[in-house]
């Protein structure tokens, strides 16, 4: 079993930058990846990025390549979110996710709570 908690979200004007951090606990985190996902109002939970913890590959979707950054820090156990030049249409409740190294790299099944993004034009 894998906890998540997220933190860092609030309120950010276009073009702020703002960071997310992720505490995973429960169990070793090389053995897993990392992403994060997000929903915006009135819509579906979308992919965002994702990380492999042990060897730290990145993947990004295409409305987060070239302004967002997944980064890990695994001693301390921490997966970051950098978003930059945020737009208001990034305002979504933002989820990390976890899943183990075996699954697909789309296919997460532990779940953080959330957290609040507002972006104001």
């Known amino acids: 079993q894998v906890q998540l908690a997220e933190s860092g979200g609030g309120l950010a004007q276009a073009g702020d930058s703002l960071r997310l951090s992720c505490a995973v606990s429960?169990?070793?985190?090389?053995?897993?990846?990392v992403g994060w996902f997000r929903q915006p109002p009135g819509k579906e939970r979308e992919f965002v990025a994702g990380?492999?913890?042990?060897?730290?590959?990145?993947y990004y979707s295409d409305s987060a390549k070239g302004r967002f950054r997944i980064s890990r820090d695994n001693p301390k156990a921490m997966v970051y979110l950098e978003m930059n030049n945020l737009r208001p249409e990034d305002t979504a409740v933002y989820y990390c996710?976890?899943?183990?190294?075996?699954?697909?790299?789309?296919?997460?099944?532990?779940w953080g709570q959330g957290i609040q993004v507002t972006v104001s034009s």
């Open positions: 996710a976890g899943r183990e190294s075996t699954r697909g790299q789309y296919d997460f099944n532990y």
């Open positions: 990380i492999i913890m042990n060897g730290g590959y990145t």
């Open positions: 429960g169990r070793p985190v090389s053995r897993y990846g």
